[in-house]
């Protein structure tokens, strides 16, 4: 594995001088759905800084991927210079395991329910993987919210995808 795909003491040292604390961890913090799933979410970052949102995606846990090799050198890079806030999608992580649905739908509603949560007004909305077609569905209901939209290995999703031309039609 490649010594820059590992955080190391220097990084640590670069967290603590930029005032970021990520030392202490991250404080996670849990909000309602609409239909009562709890969703665990933080935000890490200098705390006048601007905002980013991370739309989630499957296999997601705030804490693991703090830590993992995949995730912590971006994440804790963003964290650096924004008010870094994500969550873990219903079913994963330190979110509800147990929730009445898990549907495109409802991950369109937990992503709404946690930028409430965190009190943000206008902001970018990072998608990655699964959290694109999330990330370009929020952006399109809410407009004026989303100040710029960043995707990254999104793919297609949302009834349209499998749908036949005749139930595009109906729709």
Same mark, same amino acid.
Request: hydrophobic share 45%; glycine share 10%.
């Given at each position: 594995?490649?010594?820059? &795909?590992?955080?190391?003491?220097?990084? *640590?040292?670069?967290?603590?001088?930029?005032?970021? &604390?990520?030392?202490?961890?991250?404080?996670?913090?849990? #909000?309602?759905?609409?239909? +009562? !799933?709890?969703? @665990?979410?933080? @935000?890490? +970052?200098?705390? +006048? +800084?601007?905002?980013? #949102?991370?739309?989630?995606?499957?296999?997601?846990?705030?804490?693991?991927?703090?830590?993992?090799? /995949?995730?912590?050198?971006?994440?804790?890079?963003? @964290?650096?210079?924004?008010?870094?806030?994500? %969550?873990?999608?219903?079913?994963?992580?330190?979110?509800?395991? =147990?929730?009445?649905? /898990?549907?495109?739908?409802?991950?369109?509603?937990?992503?709404?329910? #946690?930028?409430?949560? !965190?009190? *943000?007004?206008?902001?970018?909305?990072?998608?990655?993987?699964?959290?694109?077609? #999330?990330? /370009?569905? %929020?952006? &399109?209901?809410?407009?004026?919210?989303?100040?710029?939209?960043?995707?990254?290995?999104? %793919?297609? &999703?949302?009834?349209?995808?499998?749908?036949?031309?005749?139930?595009? =039609?109906?729709?």
């Amino acid at each position: 594995m490649p010594s820059s &795909a590992v955080p190391l003491a220097a990084d *640590l040292q670069r967290d603590r001088a930029s005032g970021c &604390a990520f030392e202490h961890g991250q404080d996670i913090r849990f #909000v309602r759905a609409m239909d +009562g !799933a709890l969703l @665990a979410w933080t @935000a890490v +970052g200098p705390a +006048g +800084g601007p905002p980013i #949102v991370k739309a989630a995606n499957w296999l997601s846990h705030l804490e693991l991927d703090w830590q993992a090799p /995949i995730w912590s050198p971006l994440f804790r890079d963003l @964290a650096r210079r924004h008010r870094f806030v994500r %969550y873990d999608e219903r079913g994963c992580g330190l979110s509800d395991w =147990r929730v009445p649905e /898990i549907s495109f739908e409802t991950f369109v509603g937990d992503l709404e329910a #946690v930028v409430d949560a !965190a009190g *943000l007004a206008r902001f970018p909305l990072l998608g990655i993987s699964q959290g694109a077609s #999330v990330s /370009i569905e %929020y952006a &399109a209901r809410h407009p004026e919210r989303v100040s710029h939209l960043i995707l990254f290995g999104g %793919y297609d &999703a949302g009834w349209r995808h499998g749908a036949s031309a005749e139930e595009i =039609r109906e729709r």
